[in-house]
């Protein structure tokens, strides 16, 4: 995981994710109790962080881009995120409530990544914390030999120039360390190259995070599929991890 993970700017990335919001309603409901305290891993620009606080939720957050952190601060008014590395970082306090959304999780390239990632979790937990991981369930059609190319996965307005691009999407599955190597090209209306942004999401299998979490010393609550906390099947788009400390 480099140190500067994020290729796109913090403002490219807003625009792009704009529509991503159906999960903000489940993170308020596992974070009803007003003036709880709650630290996200992975913050980024501060999307889920807003929702939070305007609930009345102290909400603290973790970012290891600090352009990404700096835009938080002057374009979203979030103090309360601070760059530094989930594998590592050490704010010397607990909180009630600790999650990692949006598939931040698969950013963790390597198991060693993952054990060092839920060490600190559990440092930042008390007797009564809950931790929740959210991230997608590996399908299938991701893990084909070959390139997979997806001519149009989304498109979005671009406020910065002032167009619509579309994201073409290539996927190339790598089966030995199980990550998937992606390439976006963001696309003009004229079909040139406005942009290329290449990254890599490790493939997180269900026993794998399972036993992960146990050997960390941690109880696994729920496993849910969704976000409406349906049971995880196999046809679970995401998997959900609600957990305590043993």
């Not at 952190?69 to 306090?93: C, F, T, W």
């Amino acid at each position: 995981m480099p140190s500067e993970y994020y290729l796109i700017t913090p403002q490219l990335y807003d625009n792009q994710f704009w529509w991503k919001k159906n999960d903000i309603e489940f993170w308020k409901s596992c974070f009803n109790t007003k003036s709880s305290s709650v630290l996200e891993f992975a913050a980024g620009t501060g999307r889920l962080a807003t929702p939070l606080i305007k609930q009345g939720l102290l909400y603290s957050g973790i970012e290891l881009s600090q352009e990404y952190v700096e835009y938080a601060h002057k374009i979203h008014h979030i103090p309360s995120i601070i760059q530094g590395d989930m594998r590592n970082v050490n704010l010397s306090s607990v909180f009630d409530y600790l999650f990692i959304g949006f598939n931040a999780l698969a950013h963790l390239l390597t198991i060693d990544d993952l054990k060092s990632f839920l060490t600190v979790v559990k440092k930042h937990m008390h007797h009564n914390s809950l931790f929740y991981i959210d991230v997608f369930t590996p399908h299938p059609s991701f893990l084909v030999n070959g390139e997979q190319v997806n001519n149009n996965i989304m498109d979005f307005f671009d406020y910065e120039i002032k167009e619509y691009l579309m994201v073409r999407e290539s996927l190339m599955y790598n089966h030995d360390r199980e990550i998937i190597n992606v390439n976006w090209k963001y696309l003009r209306s004229n079909n040139t190259i406005y942009k290329e942004f290449d990254f890599q999401m490790k493939v997180y299998y269900p026993d794998t995070i399972i036993r992960l979490l146990r050997e960390s010393g941690l109880f696994i609550q729920n496993i849910w599929g969704g976000y409406n906390r349906s049971p995880l099947n196999e046809d679970s788009d995401l998997q959900i991890y609600q957990c305590s400390i043993v």
